[in-house]
């Protein structure tokens, strides 16, 4: 698929010169240009906030909010970490930054969950149900998303695999032994992992069944993968939105939880037995409590 910013490269010796000095300032400055007005545009450029909209509809947009939507989804994959850091200056305080990074969260979740498709997360939990062993795989800032899955995954089956390495070679080296009867899951978020897109492809020649936990379709993500489970991430900076798809995976591991009860239940009273023994987690005791012991004595 051609990109905005190609569009504009191809267009532009045919422009006239206001929209020429529109494309210029775009390609030059597309991460700011991405999250400005038509009207702040058009006075970067010296051109008026119509001509920033006919600018865009003569693109084929359907207008400058549909053109500003689609540069933004393309620089989530190409914008470096200083170009995210910048992104920050166009909050006016703190207050402001808070609001607004968990407003996106809210969003994020919230178109998630109007795009699910029931029958892919269907897919993936049968998938995974039938599998021999399952091998979960998130590195860079999907490694969160993927040691939580992990986590709990062990509480659901007996033999889980968690890639995760610094190393091309050690990463290779662990999901080496995977078979056609095992399943592989795959997480990433712009900038994708190179590596997790390898290792799906490595899968896939094995004959695994693979399931991609991504943004979008149409991607080096998804080309190698079996089922397809989406979830909203914007760029919150240089930091990661990452609430949509820790939601999606608590909806994937309750929906196998369902299906798993029992060995849920045989896992988590052999585990409370443990964490007793040794003392795992710290219940503690009522402060007023204490104090009367201490009296007793």
Do not use: C
Request: net charge negative; glycine share 4%.
């Amino acid at each position: 698929m051609q990109s905005t910013i190609e569009l504009i490269e191809e267009r532009m010796p045919g422009m006239s010169k206001g929209h020429k000095a529109i494309a210029n300032y775009i390609i030059n400055e597309y991460d700011k240009a991405a999250y400005m007005t038509a009207s702040k545009l058009g006075e970067e450029t010296g051109v008026s906030e119509s001509t920033v909209v006919r600018f865009t509809t003569e693109l084929g947009f359907d207008g400058y909010p549909h053109f500003q939507a689609s540069l933004k989804e393309e620089l989530k994959s190409k914008l470096t970490s200083v170009q995210r850091l910048n992104y920050t200056e166009r909050f006016s305080d703190d207050a402001s930054a808070v609001r607004d990074i968990i407003k996106g969260d809210m969003d994020n979740i919230r178109d998630t969950l109007a795009s699910i498709d029931d029958e892919s997360m269907s897919e993936a939990v049968k998938s995974i149900l039938g599998a021999r062993k399952i091998y979960i795989m998130g590195l860079r800032s999907s490694a969160p998303l993927s040691s939580f899955m992990h986590f709990y995954m062990t509480l659901l089956f007996d033999d889980v695999v968690h890639i995760h390495s610094n190393s091309t070679n050690e990463v290779f080296e662990q999901i080496m032994p995977i078979t056609s009867e095992d399943v592989m899951i795959g997480i990433s978020f712009p900038r994708y992992s190179k590596r997790t897109i390898n290792s799906m492809e490595y899968a896939k020649q094995k004959g695994a069944q693979v399931i991609v936990i991504t943004d979008k379709d149409n991607t080096a993500m998804t080309e190698h993968a079996d089922v397809k489970l989406f979830a909203k991430s914007s760029m919150a900076a240089f930091v990661d939105s990452l609430a949509a798809p820790l939601s999606l995976i608590n909806a994937l591991l309750v929906t196998l939880g369902m299906h798993r009860r029992e060995h849920i239940v045989n896992s988590f009273e052999a585990l409370e037995m443990l964490w007793s023994r040794y003392s795992v987690y710290d219940v503690g005791r009522d402060r007023n409590t204490d104090d009367l012991l201490e009296e007793e004595k």
